[in-house]
């Protein structure tokens, strides 16, 4: 079993940053894919950017691409989200998420996912 842990969500105006953290415990993630998604009142839950925890190998969707980052510290079993330019758009509970298994390669679907964090409001105010 795998506990996930975010935090760094908050009120932030437009043009800001944020860095979402999300720790992991329960056991190594050396084998997982790791993924924040985001869902704002009334969507569905999308992904934001997605990691494979050994290689590193990262993927962030085309709304936040060059403005967020993803990023792990092994040492530390988290991972990152550093968050600028921030939108009003990008108002959302943000959900850090793992899979179980050893997995190949990066995970982009929801259902691939195995474990939830409780998630993070993060608003972005105009």
Known sequence: QVQ???SG???VQAGGSLRLSCAASGRTLSTSAMGWFRQAPGKEREIVAALTWSSGRTYAADSVKGRFTISRDNAKNTMY???NSLKPEDTAVYYCTATKGAYG???LMRE???YWGQ???VTVSS
Do not use: F
Request: hydrophobic letters at 40%; glycine letters at 22%; zero cysteines.
């Open 112 to 114: 691939e996912y195995d």
């Open 119 to 121: 998630g993070t409001q």
């Open 105 to 107: 390669g990066l995970a």
């Open 81 to 83: 989200l550093q968050m």
């Open 9 to 11: 969500g908050g009120l």
């Open 4 to 6: 996930l842990v975010e």
